[in-house]
């Protein structure tokens, strides 16, 4: 079964520091990769999304991933992270271009310390 | 925001008894699917549609079924609640041909108790 991991079960960082999330897949036959952020007690909102074209992808609020086909990852990056970024982050894949159904990550729960 | 409804937002039942969930949405997108998510699991898949009376096993069925009788509306059972089954369950929907993302509901809190 195709399966995504999240290196990083936590990921404690101070504000105005940069944060890198982790994330790996099994396969990178004609996968679609996706990073969805959840705040406290709320639904999954989209931060970024891989289809095709350009490998470097930015999102809302700052983000953005590079799609690593080699290395089957699609890490998250920030520059400059701010105490409203703590969230629970997760990635997720869909293989044969988007005919599948979402398999998600466990999730890496970020928190900015002031 | 995407037009999806789950309904009961919250709900606590007893071991044994039969529990619904609902999920209704406007958008008239093909594929909807239910998810629970839990802590240290992420969200995992439970069973999704991709139309009218066509569903299908995600990876943790066991002990669910769902039905779609019409496009909108998508409805997650469980026939006899265990305490197992104490999460919270996301409903999402997708139609790949026009939109290129998954759209979440806002989320069943269900306890058993």
């Known amino acids: 079964a195709q399966s995504v991991t999240q290196l990083d079960s936590q990921v404690p960082v101070f504000e105005e520091a940069p944060v890198e999330l982790r994330c790996n897949y099994s396969?990178?036959?004609?996968?679609?990769l996706f990073w969805y952020v959840q705040y406290p007690n709320q639904g999954l909102q989209l931060l970024l999304k891989y289809l095709s074209g350009s490998t470097l992808v930015k999102g809302i609020n700052g983000f953005e991933a590079e799609f690593n086909k080699s290395q089957t990852s699609f890490h998250l990056r920030k520059p400059s992270v701010h105490i409203s970024d703590t969230a629970e982050y997760f990635c997720a894949v869909s293989w044969n271009s988007g005919n599948t159904p979402l398999v998600f990550g466990k999730g890496t729960r970020l928190s900015v310390i002031a | 925001d995407a037009g999806i409804t789950q309904s009961p937002r919250h709900k606590v039942t007893e071991t044994g008894t039969p529990v619904t969930l609902r999920c209704h949405q406007t958008?008239?997108?093909?594929?909807m699917y239910w998810y629970r998510q839990d802590p240290g699991h992420g969200l995992r898949l439970i069973h999704y549609?991709?139309?009218?009376?066509?569903?299908d096993k995600g990876e943790v069925s066991d002990g669910y079924s769902v039905s779609r009788s019409k496009t909108e509306d998508f409805l997650l059972t469980l026939e006899s609640a265990t305490s197992s089954q104490t999460s919270v369950y996301f409903c999402?929907?997708?139609?790949?041909?026009?939109?290129?993302?998954?759209?979440f509901g806002q989320g069943t809190r269900l306890t058993v108790v």
């Open positions: 396969s990178s036959v004609s996968v679609y």
């Open positions: 958008e008239n997108h093909r594929y």
């Open positions: 999402a929907i997708s139609d790949w041909d026009r939109n290129t993302e998954a759209f």
């Open positions: 549609s991709y139309g009218v009376k066509d569903t």
